[in-house]
């Protein structure tokens, strides 16, 4: 069975950084696609950033670009999101997602980072920045 564990989410203020995480139990996080998602309030879920199997490429959303960094650790199974230089706006709750169909590499490795494209999906952690 396949699930995903988010952490790290927390109440900092606006210019602190956050590293979130996502532990993988029941498959090997390298051979799949990984995306983090968001959900504010009366919003969307949108795509944060994404990253394709065996790090093939990575995608991020224009509001995040140059501030958060996708990473894996493969040794522990797990996804990071750094999150630098935080603004209120990027307060939400944070999912983290996985999917292993060649469908969802191909895309990701365009440039798409979409939820519909993610089959397996974590709780969730709450992420709020104070101005």
């Known amino acids: 069975q396949v699930q995903l564990v988010e952490s790290g989410g927390k109440l900092v203020q606006s210019g602190d950084s956050l590293r979130l995480s996502c532990v993988a139990d029941g498959f090997t996080l390298d051979s799949w696609n990984i995306g983090w998602f968001r959900q504010a309030p009366g919003k969307e879920r949108e795509g944060v950033s994404c990253i394709s199997s065996h790090d093939g490429g990575t995608y991020y959303a224009d509001s995040v670009k140059g501030r958060f960094t996708i990473s894996r650790d493969n040794a522990k199974n797990t996804v990071y999101l750094q999150m630098d230089h935080l603004k209120p706006e990027d307060t939400a709750v944070y999912y983290c997602?996985?999917?292993?169909?060649?469908?969802?590499?191909?895309?990701?490795?365009?440039?798409?980072?979409?939820?519909?494209?993610?089959?397996?999906w974590g709780q969730g952690t709450q992420v709020t920045v104070s101005s």
């Open positions: 997602a996985a999917d292993v169909r060649e469908y969802t590499t191909v895309y990701v490795n365009l440039g798409h980072c979409r939820s519909r494209d993610f089959h397996s």
